[in-house]
T-cell receptor, first 111, second 115 residues
Framework: GQSLEQPSEVTAVEGAIVQINCTYQ??????LSWYQQHDGGAPTFLSY????GLEETGRFSSFLSRSDSYGYLLLQELQMKDSASYFC????????????FGTGTKLQVIP | KAGVTQTPRYLIKTRGQQVTLSCSPI?????VSWYQQTPGQGLQFLFE???????NKGNFPGRFSGRQFSNSRSEMNVSTLELGDSALYLC??????????????FGPGTRLLVL
């Protein structure tokens, strides 16, 4: 089946930039989404890449390279409120909306 | 617009019992997906419904089932509960059927504890 791998934890300083990587299996791969989840909260959508390249949404950017089976989420000007878990999610063909979530990366922003 | 709602928010059951969880999607959304979230396994896809039809199913035993009603509200049922079923169950709705990678809007989840 499909699997997506992410680092389990990342720590970064407030105001800095952090990159969270995601590698995925290519068979049937259609696109990559990113979600943020605060402790005790529901996942919320951040971005989606179906094509290679960078998508920018405010302080958050997401990148996809199909040739490398790799994507990343870039968070700039980190704020304390960015401390959360971040999940990449691969959309795969073979069904209308079959989504496989990555293992999740817990980001801790420190002062 | 109201967001995705799930009921109940918390539930305690004992092994062998069954449980039914409910999800009301965002108004106008026709697709509802269910996920199980545990610390050890992360977010795992259970199944997805669109227009009252199950279109996709994850790798879960037959004890896990679901359905969707004509108003797009969905229920999932777990029979013969096991300790390992303790988890946060999340439902997510999205607007249409065919756009892969479409944004999913998650509800707050139902936290199930099996004793």
């Amino acid at each position: 089946g499909q699997s997506l791998e992410q680092p389990s934890e990342v720590t970064a300083v407030e105001g800095a930039i952090v990159q969270i990587n995601c590698t995925y299996q290519t068979s049937g791969f259609y696109g990559l989404s990113w979600y943020q989840q605060h402790d005790g909260g529901a996942p919320t959508f951040l971005s989606y890449n179906a094509l290679d390249g960078l998508e920018e949404t405010g302080r958050f950017s997401s990148f996809l390279s199909r040739s490398d089976s790799y994507g990343y989420l870039l968070l700039q000007e980190l704020q304390m409120k960015d401390s959360a878990s971040y999940f990449c999610a691969g959309a795969y063909s073979g069904g209308y909306q079959k989504v496989t979530f990555g293992t999740g990366t817990k980001l801790q922003v420190i002062p | 617009k109201a967001g995705v709602t799930q009921t109940p928010r918390y539930l305690i059951k004992t092994r062998g019992q069954q449980v039914t969880l409910s999800c009301s999607p965002i108004s106008g959304h026709r697709s509802v997906s269910w996920y199980q979230q545990t610390p050890g396994q992360g977010l795992q896809f259970l199944f997805e419904y669109f227009s009252e039809t199950q279109r996709n199913k994850g790798n879960f035993p037959g004890r896990f089932s679901g359905r969707q009603f004509s108003n797009s509200r969905s229920e999932m049922n777990v029979s013969t509960l096991e300790l390992g079923d303790s988890a946060l169950y999340l439902c997510a709705s999205s607007l249409t059927s065919g756009e892969r990678g479409e944004t999913q809007y998650f509800g707050p989840g139902t936290r199930l504890l099996v004793l």
